[in-house]
């Protein structure tokens, strides 16, 4: 049977990836990006996101045929929408892009297309917003246009692997919109496909990240409270999950990403005076920063001069170079206001103020390093040469990473976010 021709608009960590499963899949696909240096880099078989094996997939598509990046849509008989839904200043959803990508694919619509919104959406916005946008088409949407939402699962990193293999939800806004969109999905996800509406849908996937934000500052506060009473937060939360039900998360210098510090908005703007434990835990998780501060000030109480502080990375999550809505970057911002010399040492960051190529001149005369983020070039760093340029030996793990290095141990002052050992 002839296989079907796939539009997916929005090129970025999960459009591109997605693209190039499906025309891994066998589909002829379009991909659509308003960025022309994504749409010529992609139609050469290169790619501008990191991600394991997408570039083998990319050129291997390419270089078939089968996936082509276009500036704009063309008709196809599946249309998917995986632009960014990114947050306003206060804290609303921008469903610009999203109304764009909709309103682009209306003259091009045929009856019996598919449309599928995978974009992290407020909950209602397939049934409304989009649903409105396809009307214009004069077509009927859920018998001659089936629409649905179908949100990613797949974590940064590991995306080419979990696209597959992770189970999905599929939300039709009619029960003929289910099947159909799940009849595409199923010819290429090996993970279970769960039907459901398309507003149940697009609450799953807030809920989801939802949950993890709201248990990350869980073990956020816990950290607090166990600093304070001068016992070691990670060995209580370690203990604490050896009961079968128990799985608190880990303390951190504050939650980045552009999903888990997000999405949990999407629910507060619809439910305002519902959130409370949402919005709570949105606050707990944004105060890493200035705790992290406190901590640096408690440790260096004693200097009196201008102090410096060594920064080993700064993007949001490990052995990635994404730093969007990164803590560590608050960090440094609010270093700058405090009057700290700052110097900053990132092997997966190519540019960014105060970074320092070579981490021994990063620690040059440095009163403390902190460590960021538990990159796993940081598992075993030279510390005895580290600490002989610096004025004091001093670290500060955010990550819990570096507990277990003996010779770090017996050279420095070692601190740990949550260890209580300033109150012990
Ligand atoms: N973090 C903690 N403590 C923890 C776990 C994470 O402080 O116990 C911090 C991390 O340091 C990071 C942030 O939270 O700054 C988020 O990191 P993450 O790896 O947990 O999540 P993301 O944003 O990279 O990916 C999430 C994933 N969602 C879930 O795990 C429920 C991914 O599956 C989603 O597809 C992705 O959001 C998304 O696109 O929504």
């Known amino acids: ?57 990319v050129k291997k598509v390419v270089s078939e045929g089968k996936l082509r990046a276009m500036l704009t849509p063309e008709t196809s008989d599946i249309f998917i929408i995986t632009v960014p839904t990114p947050i306003t200043k206060d804290k609303k959803a ?56 179908s949100p990613e699962r797949v974590l940064p990193g590991n995306i080419v692997e979990e696209l ?16 159909r969109i799940r009849a595409f999905y199923a010819t290429f996800v090996k993970g279970e496909l769960s039907l459901t509406d398309s507003t149940t849908a697009e609450m799953c996937k807030l809920v989801e990240n939802t949950y993890r934000d709201v248990n990350i500052a869980l073990a956020n506060e816990l950290a607090k409270i166990c600093e304070d009473a001068g ?29 888990i510090a997000v999405d949990p908005w999407f629910i507060v703007e619809k439910a305002s005076e519902l959130t409370k434990l949402i919005k709570l835990s949105r606050d707990i998780n944004d105060s890493m920063p200035n705790y992290m501060i406190s901590r640096i000030k408690q440790i260096l109480i004693n200097i009196r001069r201008r102090k410096k502080i060594t920064i080993l990375g700064i993007t949001y999550k490990p052995n990635t170079s994404d730093i969007r809505n990164s803590p560590i970057i608050q960090i440094v911002d609010i270093l700058e206001k405090c009057d700290y010399d700052i110097s900053i040492y990132d092997p997966y960051v190519e540019e960014f103020r105060y970074l320092e190529k070579d981490i021994v001149k990063a620690c040059e005369e440095s009163d403390l390093i902190l460590l960021g983020v538990n990159h796993k070039e940081f598992k075993y760093l030279d510390f005895n040469k580290l600490g002989k340029v610096m004025n004091n030996k001093n670290i500060l793990d955010t990550r819990n990473y570096l507990s277990d290095n003996e010779e770090l141990l017996g050279k420095f002052n070692y601190y740990l976010l949550g260890d209580g050992v300033l109150k012990a």
């Open 231 to 259: 016992i070691n937060v990670w060995e209580v939360i370690d203990l604490s999950n050896k009961h079968p039900r128990v799985n608190i998360h880990q303390p951190g210098p504050g939650v980045g990403g552009h999903c």
């Open 1 to 57: 049977m002839m296989k079907e021709k796939v539009c997916v608009i929005g090129l970025g960590y999960i459009g591109l990836p997605t693209a190039s499963i499906i025309a891994n899949a066998g589909y002829e696909v379009v991909g659509v990006d308003i960025n022309n240096s994504i749409v010529e880099k992609l139609n050469n078989g290169y790619v501008l996101i990191e991600e394991p094996n997408i570039n083998e997939i």
């Open 164 to 179: 597959v293999n992770n189970n999905r939800i599929i939300g039709g806004i009619n029960a003929e919109s289910t099947e």
């Open 94 to 149: 921008d469903m610009s892009y999203v109304i764009k990508a909709a309103e682009s694919i209306v003259p091009l619509l045929q009856k019996g297309n598919i449309v599928i919104l995978e974009s992290t959406s407020p909950v209602g916005t397939t049934k409304g917003l989009v649903t409105e946008i396809l009307s214009e088409s004069g077509l009927e949407i859920g018998k001659d246009i089936f629409l649905g939402y």
